[in-house]
């Protein structure tokens, strides 16, 4: 297989086209709707996954705030491009080692999915022909651009879809590699490697959503597939994996069907609701008693072939289903999952005989209150059928949370690009470069070598702090005295452990906090061991650090309470001491902790039962 990455990083530098303010809002306070229809490129034709867009003849609402602006609703021209984004995208082309531009021109690209009100999103290319190092490999870095993000979707309804502009016009750098990676976990480690090269900028924005993976993935004989907008890092290998299964089904499916001689020439689109208008249960219920059709359409060739084979739970079926529910549908129903949802043996028969279905043959039905619907659904399904016998079709898909994918359109093409007229080109002259060049930051090979060098931690726990983004962080706790290796768990196992609600990211806690915390657990507060019950507290709300101590009750247990629940413990258990001698620390160990853990260091308890213990055997109570 090979894959290829798109990753999209949103930047800390104010909007791209306007001097709105780039933080999400939950506040609205207006709306405006509109309609998009697909417009031609630069060659004058129109890209397919446009023109399939605009069939689902969509309405977008827009939500606006006090703090959107004519740009954002397209009344108004694009103000000049964001220097300072700007400067990341070629400060980022230079620690790839690309070639910069000599002069950005900014495009159009058309998307009429709503996701921006114009229509098309504004993109330009920086720089190309880069390099990225890894583990020892080299990944070439196809290009770099800088491009506006999309609207931010709130919700979806029948025939509209409403979308607010507070994340319209952020920056995004996308970084494209070429297609040199070859397992699923390589693909992790290189967006990974990405990722943290963008955030040694000290440009990148944090927080969930402001990094998105495209990943094209094809495998053997198979055709490129983008899974669009992965949001977990720790996913991509999954979704890279499973893909690669999908397409391996797929081409079997093909070999299959090719071998059976399968086509779909003359086949037609049947009336099947007087045949099936019995059925009161299930999917073809519903819209038969609206007065909607149930059709049905015969797949010559196609049977037994539309169920996942042994082993695995990727199936042409789901496939074709899409295709209905990409037009509206909630899904279709196939004979290869019949007798089943209200359809009998009886209803078979009677499908087979009106499609002049033989035995080899399979076929699908749908059924809706709209009839124009449900034609343009099998229509999206007999085209789908069709590419099924030569392989795998190249289109975009979706992420799904169990690590699927769901089909979204066709892959976009080049027609989709024309020349954006309002902004004028931007020369990059080589003292621009130079001057960036200057104040390049740290290298991240320089910067793991030296982490591991100055603090003496394993090269891996490193390697977690530098992908994540927090070596200041680090850098700035060890340098006010912290422990390194502390600091290093503080940052990369308990921060992100932390509980949250589902999707939220880990707190963000200013330095100044975690310094308290740390020095607050030095000085006896409170153990090592505590620190993840005050950090939930600070997570929850804490106004401060005192508050959070006390709340995650860790307060008032100082070392003389410790030294007299340790002899009563030893005092209830004396005959266990007397017996065991020192093996009774073991037991007594745990009722101590149980009581004490998270106020009082581990080393401590353990020093303080030991001595307990001795004094005991040496003077046993009468």
Known sequence: MKAGLEVHQQLATGKLFCDCPSDLTEVVEGSFARRLRPASGENRAVDAA?????????????????????????EEPPHPLNPAALDVALTLALLLHARPVDEIEVMRKIVVDGSNTAGFQRTALVAVDGVLELGGKRYSIASICLEEDAARKVREADGEVTYRLDRLGIPLVEIATGPEIETGAEARAVAEEIGALVRATRRARRGIGTIREDVNVSAERGRRIEIKGVQELRKIAEYVDREVG?????????????????????????????VLGSVDTGPLARPARKGGPILGLRLPGFAGLLRAPPGSDERLGRELADQARSVGLRGLLHSDELPAYGVDAGHLEKVRVALGAGPNDAFVLVADGDSVRAHAALERVRVRATAAIEGVPGETR????????????PLPGRERMYPETDIAPIPITPEHLARLASRLPESLSALRDRLARETGLARELIAQL?????????EELVRRGHAPAIVARLIVQDLPNVPRPEGAEPPALPTRVLDELLRAQASGHFAKEGIPNVLAELARGAPDLSAAIERAGLSGFSAEDLERLIERVVAANEAIVRDRGDAAFSPLMGDVMREVRGR??????????????????ADPAP
Not at 53 to 67: D, V
Not at 466 to 474: H, I, K, M, Y
Not at 600 to 617: K, N, P, S, T, Y
């Open 246 to 274: 999908r397409q391996e089904v797929l081409l079997h499916v093909a070999d299959e069907l090719r071998g059976r001689g399968a086509s779909l020439d003359g086949t037609r689109v049947t009336d099947l609701t007087t």
């Open 600 to 617: 009082r260091d581990g080393q401590e308890v353990a020093a303080a039962l030991r001595r307990a213990i001795a004094l005991r055997r």
């Open 466 to 474: 530098v992908a994540a983004g927090e070596s200041d962080t680090f």
């Open 398 to 409: 979706d992420p799904l949370p169990d690590g699927r994918t769901r089909f979204s359109r």
């Open 50 to 74: 446009t023109s399939f867009q605009a069939a689902r003849g969509l309405l977008y609402r827009y939500e606006i705030s006090n703090a959107s602006c004519l740009v954002e609703m397209d």
